[in-house]
């Protein structure tokens, strides 16, 4: 048995080889042991509701249906501006087909802003609404759109009003934009201009390819693609590789919850008005294409009548004060795995410190030592179990080396002698155990959090989501590791001790890819490590000077 450095050094070996080895079979197209696209319920459930229905009529829409115009109309592109994001419509369609955020800066030009819908190679990201269940206005109709200011300069909210008119059923548009706020109002209003009864239903669908952002490393998966949400069936995300199998087992009928496209730092989310009949759908439209989707039903609407539907879109950050306030369930797009309950108290604490402090470098630094402080009972104790063992190694190497070739006597020997002196061997492991939830919960705290990304730390730390541009962080935190192995008397096996001086420079390389601030949090976790070592260590020896 090691002592709690060696100990943790492995276990942490161990967790991040588990971790690279993940990320890399989700980067490759396989599915992740840690997060699931949806429960089984959920699948059995979604089994058993899916039948025929007009949603297929959306998909071939969306592949490409024609619409037929009494007069051409000329199309044209429709940019409105606000505080938070520069949107592109195109009246061909109504389609949102462009949205720049503009206080987020793009992952590899930090010149430019971010994208989330585009339409330039090799992105195809876009919104689409229309009418089903008869030659109606759909996505692919020509709009007019009306005249009104196309900025928030001057005012706190404004509308895009789109008319499109079809075989005698007008639908109108109305997208609505305020300031400082993600959200997109989308008003659908459908007048029936014939002589007869039409019952439409309204769709509503996102499109994207299933490429992952520009510079997402290749080392840290991060999901990318569709996601369901009713209250039923709550959050259930969804692979792209399912959807081209047909395997898109998911909840699809309900009366309240939200579709999405997700990505790394950022979501899109249609989200209709409450207590709505919907159905839910996901389809594959082209090579590389998929959408996500709900199917409102609008009723009859008699000759003569108007019927109107409302809904949300939201297109903006992973930022949980956001999501929790725009929609049920939004906020489970950040999505921890199985370490949830432990992952979103410690983005709350967080959160709490940041407010204080302002920076989120020096919040990762006050959190670790908060950690480090209230797990202080459990690792003086291992320290002190495992300081106990130090000074019985010569003895335990004596049986080894007496009974190496007798695994059965060594093993009685050493229990022996562990009776002999109340050793416990577990001492020094069981606190390491212990934390291990902790640093896989921080682990994707820290890579979920678009809170910190594109926020400097101090110097050349320009960026905590991104990793370090020169490697000094991996390289400090090698340099500690070496430090705490040096403190560490070398194991017995000399194949275990050749392992263990190369740890540090392992971990350093593996490290190269992670986001600075995880890499931050480890060093800090480091240094105080060994000063909580040294000082136990040094209270030892003091009692033990004392006794003599």
Partial sequence: MTIRNRTTMWLVLVISLVLLWDNWTVYNGGNSMFFKSAPDSAKKAAKKERKKSDVPEAAKLAAGGK????????????????????????TEGGVIKRLELLKHADAVDHTKNTLLFDTQAPRTYLAQTGLIGGDFPNHRTSYVAKPGPRSTDKAEEIQLVLEGEQNGVRLTK???????????????????????????????????????????????????????????????????????????DHATKSEDGWVAMVQHY?????????????????????????????????????????????????????????????????????????????????????????????????????????IKILFYPLAAASYRS?????EFTPKMKEIQERYKDDKALKTKYTMELYKQE??????????????IPVFLALYWVLMASVEIRNQPWLGWITDLGASDPYYILPIIMAGSMYIQQKMTPPPADPTQAKVMMFMPLIFSV??????????????????????QQWWVERQIAVAKAKVA
């Fill in 67 to 90: 619409s037929n115009h009494a007069k051409p109309i000329k199309n044209e592109t429709i940019t409105i501006s606000t505080d938070l994001v520069h949107v592109d419509i195109d």
């Fill in 174 to 248: 109305t997208f609505t934009f305020k300031k400082n706020d993600y959200n997109i109002g989308v008003r659908h209003e459908v007048k029936n201009m014939t002589k007869a009864p039409i019952e439409p239903s309204l769709y509503l669908q996102i499109l994207r390819d299933s490429g992952k952002p520009e510079g997402e490393s290749k080392l840290m998966s991060t999901f990318t693609g569709p996601a369901v949400y009713t209250d039923a069936n709550k959050f259930q995300k969804l692979d792209f590789d399912d959807i081209e199998k047909g395997k898109h």
């Fill in 266 to 370: 950022f979501v899109s989310a249609f989200i209709p008005q409450e207590k709505a009949e919907r159905e839910i759908f996901s389809r594959k439209l082209d090579t590389n294409l998929y959408a996500i989707g709900n199917v409102l039903p609008l009723g009859k609407i008699a000759p003569g009548a108007t019927a109107s539907m409302d809904a949300r879109l939201f297109s903006g950050p992973q930022e949980s004060v956001i999501l929790e306030k725009t929609a049920p369930g939004l906020d489970l797009v950040k999505d921890y795995g199985w370490v949830t309950i432990i992952a979103k108290p410690i983005f709350w604490l967080m959160q709490y410190i940041h407010k204080v402090v302002g920076n989120w470098g020096w919040t990762i630094i006050f959190l670790t030592v908060f």
């Fill in 386 to 390: 495992m300081a106990k063992m130090k």
């Fill in 422 to 435: 109340k050793i416990n061997p577990l001492g020094g492991c069981l606190p390491v155990v212990i934390q």
């Fill in 510 to 531: 593996m490290f190269f890819f992670f986001p600075s601030g995880l890499v931050l949090y480890w060093i800090v976790n480091n240094i105080l490590s060994i000063a």
